[in-house]
T-cell receptor, first 116, second 118 residues
Framework: DVKVTQSSRYLVKRTGEKVFLECVQDMDHENMFWYRQDPGLGLRLIYFSYDVKMKEKGDIPEGYSVSREKKERFSLILESASTNQTSMYLC???????????????FGAGTRLSVL | AQSVTQLGSHVSVSEGALVLLRCNYSSSVPPYLFWYVQYPNQGLQLLLKYTTGATLVKGINGFEAEFKKSETSFHLTKPSAHMSDAAEYFCAVTPTPWNSGGYQKVTFGTGTKLQVIP
């Protein structure tokens, strides 16, 4: 089974802190994603990466950056956390293969971040 | 461009009753359609998918969905709800891949929370 592991389930940070959310997948997937999940808004894509050191902005990249130094690891960085970044953050991965397989995303359990 | 609309952010059914979760999509090209389920304190996992071919798709845990092109719908059903079905369900759409490799944007709906009443 594909496993996507997010390093923290719950985080509490102060406004202005630099925050790192880590995600590791063990299936050698090329694509990795960061979403935030808010009630009534569903999943919104923050950033994705299709290869090591490659990244693309998603729908809501403002206030976030990412790092992908190794294929299996994708980090989300909040340079200066703000209260409006309090949310559930989900990491996902998917393979780059033919057909529908590359559209199936495998998710981690999520990190619930509270910024006070 | 593509979008997904899930009607009803909360749905309640009695245990043993029919589950019907609605999803309508729009897509400028033939779509691939998905349902994901999120149990409490967990990430999303794939429930079922439609690509091409048979329009009635069966998934895990007794769920199924029917692709209706004329109605641009992909509603999720289960004949008899079980307490363990209580979760949030997300419909998702992506365009049919037209080239090899590359990322195909997946658009998720806003989710429907299913409550099962004993």
């Amino acid at each position: 089974d594909v496993k996507v592991t997010q390093s923290s389930r719950y985080l509490v940070k102060r406004t202005g802190e630099k925050v790192f959310l880590e995600c590791v997948q063990d299936m050698d997937h090329e694509n990795m994603f960061w979403y935030r999940q808010d009630p009534g808004l569903g999943l919104r894509l923050i950033y994705f990466s299709y290869d090591v050191k490659m990244k693309e902005k998603g729908d809501i990249p403002e206030g976030y950056s990412v790092s992908r130094e190794k294929k299996e690891r994708f980090s989300l960085i909040l340079e200066s956390a703000s209260t409006n970044q309090t949310s559930m953050y989900l990491c996902a991965s998917s393979p780059t293969t033919e057909g529908v397989a590359k559209n199936i995303q495998y998710f981690g359990a999520g990190t619930r971040l509270s910024v006070l | 461009a593509q979008s997904v609309t899930q009607l009803g952010s909360h749905v309640s059914v009695s245990e043993g009753a029919l589950v019907l979760l609605r999803c309508n999509y729009s897509s400028s090209v033939p779509p691939y359609l998905f349902w994901y389920v999120q149990y409490p304190n967990q990430g999303l996992q794939l429930l079922l998918k439609y690509t091409t071919g048979a329009t009635l798709v069966k998934g895990i845990n007794g769920f199924e969905a029917e692709f209706k092109k004329s109605e641009t719908s992909f509603h999720l059903t289960k004949p008899s709800a079980h307490m363990s079905d209580a979760a949030e369900y997300f419909c998702a759409v992506t365009p049919t891949p037209w080239n090899s490799g590359g990322y195909q944007k997946v658009t998720f709906g806003t989710g429907t929370k299913l409550q099962v009443i004993p």
